[in-house]
């Protein structure tokens, strides 16, 4: 089986530029990826995009070809839906197709157009991707299902909101040196704490932003890579992808993210390596409680220990494991339908030693990148390795 | 979104109207796991011989939140407390009613009643603590 190379990322920049269509960011993102691929764009067997929001927020649906257009891209294309973990499941896609000799190289990525729809439009649209008929009709905004998460968190293993605020400072700490994160502005515990308040427990410093961008990446199989002399050092080599029930209501566990454990455990065997081989993570980090339960489904901290993990130093910058150096969601931004493949492009950098904050991650060779849609009933996790 | 009052959704208007009138049901499988309409498979064990159950009188909340800053279809009854409560072999989300939302605790014993949005107008599951 056929390594997945990482030709080439690109990303725009993350913020607010409401009058910046979808296609003009995937545009955007394209091009800088091509052109660190050295990858001709004839030689583009299909493109595979991730979008969630675009009929509210652009009123357009059928985004993949017209995202194949705006890259220049004369291919079949397909746009692929999950909520927040919209092209992390287009980047598992294209790994399979690669690694069953289906393709040898594609143009992977996703945008996300959201600051146009104004606060309280966005978080409508963002509502829409939990269960309608029995969570959005009872209020619940993506904000409160997250802090049902987290009081449950707090009465099942303890902790408490200073602990969250942890995350965050950490988090924007980290995007201080990434000119792409929409906020490149350190933060206090104190600003998290008397931040005003969103969803109980969480504040406004304890949500990442609404943001526009894109992402996107040139994949290739290994033999591509090597025939066309390609530098692409880092390969994709674990691919994993777990769900769960739909409203919160119905999970087996609500300070929990069983999805995300099951896709960690499948990327993992795919890739061969454990827990204990990550040096550096990518984690969604919607709200702050997301980012420990991410840690504890990746079995990067043991469960009920996640909460502890920035405030006492092991996932900081010069910690044992580094985790979001890309400034995370939080801070770098959080376009959605974006998002998985950005994170992808961060790891990448970051292992190639091209990333901002690759000093802190010397010598590292494995890196993951987890992507979790809506409450966490998608989450996708990619396993990323130094191979050349 | 804005214009739901504008859809139907058999199964769940059907379940709105029965708990409004105090007749709660849920869905039983032959092999006695619950879940809530509409549905017409078991998500548990994919058996399709549903049948309704009438719900328990009373649930627990299990976890809470107080939205400060809601949807547009709940501007107006911002702050509010949503809680998931179950009742027996089925959890609910609804938004806790007739209480303080800064004294909605974990653990908390509540009876279903269907509440009305100040914004909307619009029916909306509520637990009111027993
Ligand atoms: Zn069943």
Redesign the interface.
Known sequence: MSDVRVAGTGLTPFGNSPERTGRDLFAEASITAFEASGVPRDDVEAVLYGNFMGELSEHQGHQGPLMAEAAGVRAPATRYESACASSGTAVREAVKRIRNGENDVLLVGGAERMTNLG???A??AL??AAD??????????F??AY??????YF?EFGGEHEDLAHIAVKNHANALNNDKAQYQRAIEVSDVLEA???????GLYDACPISDGAAALVLTSESYAEEHDLEAPVAITGTGQGGD?M????REH?ARSPAARAAGEEAYADAGVDAGDVDLAEVHDCFTIAEVLALEALDLEPIGEGISAARDGRTTADGETPINLSGGLKAKGHPVGATGASQIAEVTDLLAGEHPNSEHVDGATTGVAHNAGGTVASATVHVLEVVA | MSDAESVADAGFDEWLEAAADGEAYFLECANGHGSLPPRRVCPDCGSTDLAESELPDTGNIQTFTVTHVPTPAFEEDAPYANAIADFGSVGITGQVIGVDPGDVETGMTVELEIAISETTAERVIGFRPA
């Open positions: 606060t309280a439009g978080t409508e509502a829409i309608d008929l029995w969570e959005v009709r009872a209020g619940v905004t904000p409160g802090a049902l998460m987290a009081q449950a009465d005003p308040p969103v969803s109980e427990p969480l029930r409203a919160l209501h119905d609500l």
